[in-house]
């Protein structure tokens, strides 16, 4: 079964089952190992990745759903250069482990394309993956730096 | 022998400035089996951990893991104050998991020397040299594989071993440029990466001179640096880790790569000690992609082209388990055990002062038992590693907190010589303890699946479930406090019987000061693995002492921060801290209804810190809103990364006062994932601030003293706001009403 998957603006024809979860397929096929897995059932956030824009947990996406639509992975976002969501993390120092990072900066990155400037409330509301060294206060303080420049 | 060997210097401060020196086996082949072993071209070694390259770059080589905690940046700014660099050239890399990088020589400089290591080095002696006997040839005098843990990267190896090599490397510097030109050393100075002749006006980069600079003996006395003129040490330096860490290039052991790789998934026996009966792997064998099925004595792991494929494969399977009288243990009982445990005869006191028991006969006896439950480490990265075992070699890529230790691990499990195994220690999504030595069953599994596929690369990854069912838990404890007070209000007797896993505690003794005082110990075992969680043992005695002093106060009606400050009033720098976050949190100052604080104190792996909780109980719940730390470790190194672990540890502890519990139900853990396992979200996050202190002689651990004093200052706010004590945790899930 062929799945034809457009990930990063490249198109990719992957020969796997129309249920396989599209996080393992993109890191097992395409070798994209950016993306995490933390949990397997779309609690932890750490597999976020962007289908047509928006954040989704690609762990419990079947790969034969997301077919023809335009996925963007943490390399994908990050291949012209730092993004501004980016820069706000090296400067205000967010990683630990690092490990969760790249899905919370999909997380941020989708909701500051919609609402550029979240209230600490809607970052909350919005950003609900999980990370275990405790990043949350820097994450907030940067994002209040970013909503602050709208 | 002596003439073979030459000594360098480990060594250290003492109070009054005077050094403190070590020896460490220094074989004259050394520089040469290191460059030999991790150079690149043009880089050279000058001392131990030190690499200078010919453009001036100095390399240091970290003989600990990157679990998150920012060692990696921290280690380098103290070598960079004492060898006189220029930041901009700083670089830190993964030591090999190789002997001539065992962080172990901090001990035997000790050893050699004939003086008293530092009692956290030798808590990392006793713990691994029993290990590396049992699994290693080595030298007579042993040496300690290259832990991560007990918070001693900054305080043991920076310390004790990184900050001396680099005064040794300067002066080695020095007296190769001096020689050069013909002056004398006293002539020569120091600066970015030069080493300057001022009468001249001439200069040699460190890069020009590093190949004979390394001829010279590492002296056992350099001059060390005082505090005022660090220029690096005590700023907040950006992470060099941290610009790979947000676009995904960091590579973490999950995300190991090989030609022709294999992926395995695998079920354990629910219960802990069951072992696999049988299995009907034949139910899988059709499936796509899978290569083979594997029975191991207390697991059946299925081996397939890929990821989803092994793992969908082995959930369908139907393994019989043969889980003896294990199968039938619970929580409850397990609860029960312990209570037993402390009304018999089997409590070993290790602190009798005074007299306790006439002490308590004198007035009111105030009792409380306390209990905390299991729980898991759950870092981000399930447990994880490759394993691939061809001819008669085994090759291993993993995250653990100790990469020589687990290539001998890996050594053993396989039957294999130590210089059959490569081990490739990788970065790592967490570890709060749970990749330390004594806890690799991930390796056991992975070394057990290459061997029984010899010829491919295997990729075996615990899900979610099989992590949290199959760590090493904190161990589920109690505590049975008695005191009585004195006419003052304070203390005059402290009794404290708990129980323990394995040995007594040395953090149930207690910071204040009472008159009379036993604390006893009874071991429990049970059938559940236990091992260091962040914190260790004071993430539980922090709990139970500062919660029951918290008591005390209330029943000789003081304020809990009046009533601490009575009992450390010959306690300067804990004073200190204790009045830092009292007065940043606004202690006494008002709040709304229903909200109260709360205040503790624990001083753990040589840091101390006090915390002040401001917490809100309403109908929906108990809302943590701010958390005000003081912590005082000594030497600040970079106080942004040290912040860092500070918010971490706060968070970290708050998962587990509000929701952690892990329980035993017919022998096997009950919780399987995040829904059942929660933890703290951004929603929940509170404001924390962080205060530094720099006071005292010693230098404190950084990534575990924030957690202990969390779950006991938001107890005794919740306490203050409703008049519920909490004795047991977590605290969702228990019954808090407002009292009278």
Redesign the interface.
Same mark, same amino acid.
């Given at each position: 079964m062929t799945v034809r998957l457009s990930v990063n603006g490249e198109t990719h024809d992957v020969d796997v089952e129309d249920d396989a979860p599209l996080l393992w397929v993109i890191r097992d096929e395409l070798k994209l190992t950016g993306t995490k897995f933390g949990c397997g059932i779309a609690q932890c956030g750490a597999c976020t990745v962007h289908v047509d824009g928006q954040a989704i947990r690609s762990c419990i996406t079947p790969v034969a759903s997301v077919a023809g639509k335009k996925i963007t992975t943490i390399e994908g976002i990050s291949a012209g250069g730092p993004t501004p969501v980016q820069e706000a993390w090296i400067e205000h120092q967010v990683p630990q482990c690092g490990y969760c990072q790249s899905g919370m900066i999909m997380a941020v990155t989708a909701l500051l394309k919609t609402n550029p400037s979240p209230t600490d409330e809607e970052l909350a509301a919005s950003v609900t993956n999980i990370c275990r060294c405790g990043t949350y206060p820097r994450i907030r303080e940067a994002v209040r730096a970013l909503a602050a420049k709208g | 022998m002596a003439t073979t060997r030459r000594m360098v210097l480990l060594g250290g401060a003492t109070a009054a400035g005077a050094l403190v020196v070590g020896y460490a086996l220094w074989p004259s082949d050394r520089i040469a089996r290191l460059n030999a072993l991790d150079t690149a071209d043009g880089e050279q070694f000058v001392t131990n951990w030190i690499k200078i390259a010919n453009d001036d770059t100095i390399t240091v080589v970290i003989p600990h893991c990157?679990?998150?905690? /920012?060692i990696f940046t921290s280690l380098p700014q103290m070598v960079a104050d004492e060898l006189d660099a220029d930041w901009s050239k700083m670089r830190s890399e993964q030591a090999p998991p190789d002997k001539l990088f065992a962080n172990g020589a901090l001990v035997e400089a000790f050893a050699l020397n004939g003086a008293k290591p530092p009692a956290f080095l030798q808590g990392l002696a006793d713990n691994t040299f029993r290990f590396v006997a049992a699994n290693v040839s080595v030298p007579p005098i042993g040496y300690i594989p290259q832990i991560t843990g007990g918070s001693s990267a900054v305080r043991g190896t920076g310390i004790y071993g990184m900050r001396v090599s680099a005064a040794a490397a300067r002066e080695m510097l020095i007296k190769a440029a001096a020689a050069r030109w013909n002056v004398p050393v006293e002539e020569c100075s120091t600066a970015e990466c030069k080493v300057m002749h001022e009468a001249s006006g001439k200069s040699f980069g460190y890069g020009e001179l590093a190949a004979e600079a390394a001829k010279y003996s590492p002296s056992p006395t350099p001059k060390l640096k005082p505090k005022e003129s660090y220029k690096y040490v005590g700023k907040p330096v !950006?992470?060099f *880790?941290?610009? &790979?860490?947000?676009? /995904?290039?960091?590579? =973490?052991s %999950?995300?190991t !790569?090989t030609p022709d790789m294999l =992926?395995a998934a695998i079920r354990i026996s629910p219960v802990f000690g069951g072992k696999l009966k049988s299995v009907n792997g034949d139910a899988v064998k059709g499936n &796509?992609g899978v290569e083979k099925v594997i029975s191991l004595d207390d697991a059946v792991v299925v081996v397939a082209d890929?990821?989803?494929r092994a793992r969908d494969a082995v959930a369908t399977l139907a393994p019989a388990w043969e889980n003896g009288a294990n199968g039938k243990v619970t929580s409850a009982e397990i609860t029960q055990r312990r209570r037993d445990a402390l009304n018999g005869t089997s409590l070993k006191t290790d602190v009798d002062e005074g007299d306790t028991a006439a002490a308590l006969a004198k007035g009111k006896v105030i009792e409380a038992i306390y209990e905390v439950p299991y729980l898991s480490h @759950?870092?981000? #990265?399930?447990v994880n590693a490759t394993a691939c075992f061809k001819d008669g070699k085994l090759e291993v890529w993993a995250g653990t907190q100790d990469g020589l230790g687990s290539r001998a691990f890996c050594a053993e499990a396989a039957g294999l010589d130590i210089e059959n195994v490569t081990f490739h220690l990788t *970065?790592?999504?967490? @570890? $709060?303890g749970r990749r330390l030595p004594g806890q690799y069953n991930f390796l056991t599994y992975a070394v057990k699946t290459a061997m029984a596929l010899p010829g491919k690369p295997i990729k075996l %990854?615990f899900?979610? #479930?099989e992590d949290m069912q199959h760590d090493f838990y904190r161990p589920n404890v109690m505590s049975r406090f008695k005191a009585v007070l004195g006419e003052d209000g304070l203390p005059t007797a402290w009794v404290n019987d708990y129980t323990t896993d394995d040995t007594a505690n040395p953090q149930a003794h207690i910071l204040y000061g009472i008159p009379n005082q036993k604390i006893s110990a009874v071991v429990v075992p049970t059938h559940v693995p236990t091992g260091a969680w962040r914190s260790v043992e004071a993430s539980w005695h922090g709990f139970f002492a500062e919660t029951f002093v918290d008591e005390l106060a209330h029943a000789a009606g003081k304020d809990p921060l009046e009533y601490r400050r009575a009992l450390l009033k010959d306690k300067p720098r804990h004073l200190g801290a204790l009045n830092t976050a009292a007065e940043k949190a606004g202690w006494g100052t008002p709040l709304p209804p229903g909200t109260a604080r709360g205040i503790a104190i624990v001083e753990s792996f040589d840091s101390i810190a006090a915390q002040v909780a401001e917490v809100e109980v309403s109908d929906s719940g108990v809302k943590v809103k701010r958390v005000v730390c003081a912590y005082d470790c000594g030497l600040v190194v970079n106080p942004?990364?040290l912040t !860092? !672990?500070i #918010?971490? @540890?706060? %968070? $970290?502890a708050l998962s587990a006062a509000r929701n952690g519990a892990i329980t035993i139900a017919d022998g096997a853990v009950e919780q399987s994932?995040?829904?059942d396992y929660e933890? %703290? &979200?951004? @929603?929940d996050?509170p #404001?924390?601030e962080v205060h530094l202190l720099e006071t005292g002689d010693r230098v404190g651990g950084g990534g575990e003293p924030g957690v202990p004093p969390l779950a006991p200052a938001v107890c005794n706010a919740i306490f203050a706001a409703t008049g519920t004590r909490l004795r047991t945790l977590p605290i969702n899930g228990q019954t808090i009403t407002k009292q009278g």
């Open positions: - | 990157d679990m998150g905690t /920012g !950006q992470r *880790d941290i610009p &790979r860490k947000v676009d /995904g290039r960091n590579k =973490y %999950i995300d !790569q =992926y &796509r890929r990821y989803w @759950a870092p981000m #990265e399930p *970065d790592m999504g967490g @570890a $709060f %990854i899900t979610r #479930e942004s990364g !860092q !672990q #918010e971490g @540890a706060i %968070i $970290f994932n995040f829904p933890m %703290i &979200r951004l @929603a996050c #404001e924390i």
